[in-house]
Nanobody, 129 residues
Framework: EVQLVESGGGSVQAGGSLRLSCAASGFTFDDYAIGWFRQVPGKEREGVSVISSTDSSTYYADSVKGRFTISSDNAKNTVYLQMNSLKPEDTAVYYC??????????????????????WGLGTQVTVSS
């Protein structure tokens, strides 16, 4: 059974940092795109960052570029999202998700959230001003 479990959310003040973790189990960490998405009530879930489990290529949404860093530890089947210089508008529930890419990894996986079959339950991030 595939499972994704997020952790590391919490409450911080603007300018602070958090590190989210996504622990994956039930599948081989090979040729997958692992993405971080976020959602606030009343809005669509949006892609934040995505990483290739094959070669660690990464893509970021423009809103987080230069502030967030995605990384993976394939030995631990874990993907991280280091979030620095947090802003109140980063407040959301953050989800990790996984999809097999058949060797076709690219920036488009940031937007193709409906194609991800595996999702975690999410972790809340709250940034106060």
């Amino acid at each position: 059974e595939v499972q994704l479990v997020e952790s590391g959310g919490g409450s911080v003040q603007a300018g602070g940092s958090l590190r989210l973790s996504c622990a994956a189990s039930g599948f081989t960490f090979d040729d997958y795109a692992i993405g971080w998405f976020r959602q606030v009530p009343g809005k669509e879930r949006e892609g934040v960052s995505v990483i290739s489990s094959t070669d660690s290529s990464t893509y970021y949404a423009d809103s987080v570029k230069g502030r967030f860093t995605i990384s993976s530890d394939n030995a631990k089947n874990t993907v991280y999202l280091q979030m620095n210089s947090l802003k109140p508008e980063d407040t959301a529930v953050y989800y990790c998700a996984a999809v097999y890419t058949w060797g076709q990894f690219g920036r488009s996986w940031l937007a193709r959230r409906h194609e991800y079959p595996y999702w975690g339950l999410g972790t809340q991030v709250t940034v106060s001003s």
